[in-house]
């Protein structure tokens, strides 16, 4: 059996406005693609909300409103601060990074 599997949210809050909607927002991500698309998914995020970042699947991540981070939280997801979020995917880009499929359901 392999290592736990995890979903992270950042404490990152930058206020802006994502599809009219004005918020705090946070990041999602987690140690495997599916799982990230299954939490995202539990939260109502549609998979357009999937960011693919062009450099590194190990920087693909939802957008996440304070609303939803506080809920993600109760669902499991581990908090972080934007600096471990930063090590983190540093790790796993120095690691391969996750892989990054499968795309969004």
């Known amino acids: 059996m392999g290592a736990p ?23 999602l991500v987690a ?4 799982e990230l698309h299954d939490m995202a998914a539990r939260l109502g995020i549609p998979p357009r ?9 190990a920087l693909n991540h939802y957008d996440l409103p304070e609303s939803l981070r506080q809920q993600a939280i109760a669902l499991g997801a581990v908090a972080i601060t934007w600096r471990e ?21």
């Open 85 to 105: 979020l930063g090590q983190l995917t540093r790790e796993w880009r120095r690691a391969g990074a996750p892989p990054d499929r499968p795309d969004p359901p």
């Open 49 to 57: 909300g999937f960011q693919r970042h062009r450099r590194s699947p």
């Open 5 to 27: 599997l995890t979903v992270y949210v950042d404490d990152w809050r930058q206020r802006a406005t994502i599809r009219q909607r004005e918020d705090r927002w946070s990041h």
């Open 31 to 34: 140690d495997d693609p599916e």
